[in-house]
């Protein structure tokens, strides 16, 4: 008799065990709503980047365990030069397990560097007199391309994050004689109420010359930044993010951390680099503000 008491009493406890967990389960869930940005490229005439995004992976914690977000309705195809000074656009919004995360990875349709020309391909670039050419990547797109930055998902709630892939540091051109266009993505993840944006006017460029702002984080410039790359790398590599000041002679940095920065400010001739006309110090950052810096580059 006892045992059969207690055989009824399993029979229903344990579907109340097991609905408890799953209810548990689904109350740990969270929203990441994701968008794409860019920062511009300042040389070779390139009007467009196009890249095709086929697949979106969240990292899981320790090791190499890696999920896809099966929600991401790809492939997606963008150009990035429409997407600077704080343009952005969605890729999408995904449930997933609330709690911390660092990275992301992106699959993108692009051919291997050794191939050979591609019909149609996912990542390629245009240029002023309306050419075009692929973008390979090194080791083909199966390993795919890592965001990194830190951000929380919340408990039934969520979270807004941009992924910058800043093309002037991805996109690099090969030596010899190929001059073939590499993909080799940067991409930081920014969380978008936490960012804050420095803006401003530059005035007194020398004549016959464009100018270019590139932010850093203080105290990370030097004066080998400038020095003339290595065979697939760029210059000022270790930039946060930059911006060519436009015909109206405006610059806009945007989607920065909050903290303090360096702006180098640069002196370009014809989309090449020809020197770095001064540096200005101690530019505070808040989260969701626009700092205002006027640049005389006379009193640089």
Partial sequence: MKLKTLLAGLVIILPFIFFTACEKDDDNKGTLNLSITDAPIDSDGITSVYITVSEVQYHMGGGNDWAVFEDF??????????LTRGESEMLGSFEMEAGQYTQL???????????????NPGCYLEFEDGSTQNLFVP?????????????RVPVNGSVDVTADFDVRKSVVKTGGTSGKYLLKPTIRLIVDD???QIAGGVSNIPEGSEAVIYAYE?????EAEADDPADEETRFPNAVTSDMVDEAGEYHLAYLAPGNYELIVVETIDGEFN??????EDVEVESRETTNEQIDVEDL
């Fill in 218 to 222: 203080d105290g990370t410039y030097s």
């Fill in 73 to 82: 309705d790809g492939p997606q195809k963008f150009d990035l030069l429409e």
């Fill in 275 to 280: 020197d770095v006309l001064g540096i200005i």
């Fill in 139 to 151: 080791s083909g797109a199966e390993t795919g391309y890592k965001a990194v930055g830190a951000f």
């Fill in 105 to 119: 990875r992106f699959m993108l349709e692009a051919p291997a560097h050794d191939m050979g020309p591609v019909e």
């Fill in 194 to 196: 936490q960012a804050g």
